[in-house]
């Protein structure tokens, strides 16, 4: 089992509508959850960066994390053709280790005008 | 400010070589931690580097190594290429935790 599960979908929505990513995880010492963006040949992009349990929001993307149920989301409101993307979890234990990100696989999204 | 570079951009060689890929980070940052991305495993962690040391090190073999710098800048080397190590290699900096990644090296090996 690895340590960062994520659906890899497809998952194809059509504009404007609420995006749902989800990751679970099994390692009780993560403490920062991020997501990124990649684009098809493209290096990944941060979108979110959390610390422990709670909310973030930027714009159109709301960050949650349940520590005690070790899932986190990433919510996109109003999705654009623009969204269309892979959308990575990526997790740390923090402290000495805070570089050494786990991912999960990604999950392919696709939105249609 | 200037994102993280990365080159070559692209790479072909051939089983048995060595190549060495370069990594300049976001000015300032000190950290660059290196990452193997292929379809069927992922995006996978091989290597940390912090102020010239090695700070971390994920679960690939020996061939696999690197350095960094007195300015950052970061090398990872591959020694006898396998097939398997065909491709995108990426690298990220970070300045307190956020990581921020490189366009990649394609790495082709025939």
């Known amino acids: 089992q690895k340590e960062v599960e994520q659906d890899p979908g497809p998952l194809s929505v059509p504009e404007g509508a609420i995006v749902s990513l989800n990751c679970t995880y099994s390692n009780s010492a993560f403490q920062y959850f991020m997501w990124y963006r990649q684009y098809s040949r493209k290096g990944p992009e941060l979108l979110m960066y959390t610390y422990s349990s709670g909310n973030k929001e930027d714009g159109r993307f709301t960050a949650q994390v349940d520590k005690s149920s070790k899932y986190i989301s990433l919510f996109i409101r109003d999705s654009q053709p623009s969204d269309s993307a892979t959308y990575l979890c990526?997790?740390?234990?923090?402290?000495?280790?805070?570089?050494?990100?786990?991912f999960g696989r990604g999950t392919q999204l696709t939105v249609w005008p | 400010k200037a994102g993280v570079t990365q080159t070559p951009r692209y790479l072909i060689k051939t089983r048995g070589q060595q190549v060495t890929l370069s990594c300049s980070p976001i000015?300032?940052?000190?950290?660059v931690s290196w990452y193997q991305q292929t379809p069927g495993q992922g995006l996978q962690f091989l290597f940390e580097y912090f102020s010239e040391t090695q700070r971390n090190k994920g679960n690939f073999p020996g061939r696999f190594s690197g350095r960094q710098f007195s300015n950052s800048r970061s090398e990872m080397n591959v020694s006898t290429l396998e097939l398997g190590d065909s491709a995108l290699y990426l690298c990220a900096s970070s300045l307190s935790g956020e990581q921020y990644f490189g366009p990649g090296t394609r790495l082709t090996v025939t």
């Open positions: 990526a997790m740390s234990e923090g402290g000495s280790t805070l570089g050494r990100l786990y």
């Open positions: 000015s300032g940052h000190r950290s």
